[in-house]
């Protein structure tokens, strides 16, 4: 919903109304605000008929319509509870809370502990690795020898 007016609004039905009442409030709005047989100039009435079209689609559609009046009664709620989310975007903006860290928790320490574990296991292998192979690890690199 692009605007601030309701889909209803839009068709000037109730939110009770039904599927036979919508088609008949789109049929009626539709010819009136048809860019082909309006008075209306033309960008004016392509968006208004775009607005209505648009309205008619979302509630003539059961699923988009329960959809649509989910996010209505979503947004009654939020505009109920401003005193609640002004406050949290206060709290949220507050500069104290940055440096503020959780603790680890167990399952986090314990997999630091087995990466840790794993790294240095890595690390140690190669090293035997190499020395049991001969090769040296003070190597130079080639590209360095002229």
């Not at 809370?97 to 959780?102: H, I, K």
Request: aromatic residues 8%; hydrophobic residues 40%; proline residues 2%.
């Amino acid at each position: 919903m692009k605007s601030e007016t309701s889909y209803y609004k839009i068709l000037g039905v109730n939110k009770n109304a039904s599927n036979n009442e919508l088609r008949k409030a789109f049929c009626k709005l539709s010819i009136e605000l048809h860019p082909d047989t309006t008075s209306l100039e033309i960008e004016v009435a392509k968006s208004k008929f775009q607005e209505v079209l648009e309205a008619y689609e979302n509630l003539n559609n059961s699923n988009l319509r329960k959809i649509y009046d989910e996010k209505i009664k979503a947004k009654s709620r939020i505009k109920n509870n401003t005193n609640v989310l002004n406050n949290l975007i206060i709290e949220s903006n507050n500069q104290s809370l940055l440096g503020n860290r959780r603790p680890f928790s167990n399952g986090e320490l314990f997999s630091l502990f087995l990466l840790i574990i794993i790294i240095s296991i890595c690390l140690i292998s190669t090293i035997l690795f190499a020395s049991f192979t001969g090769k040296e690890l003070d190597t130079i690199p080639l590209w360095l020898i002229k």
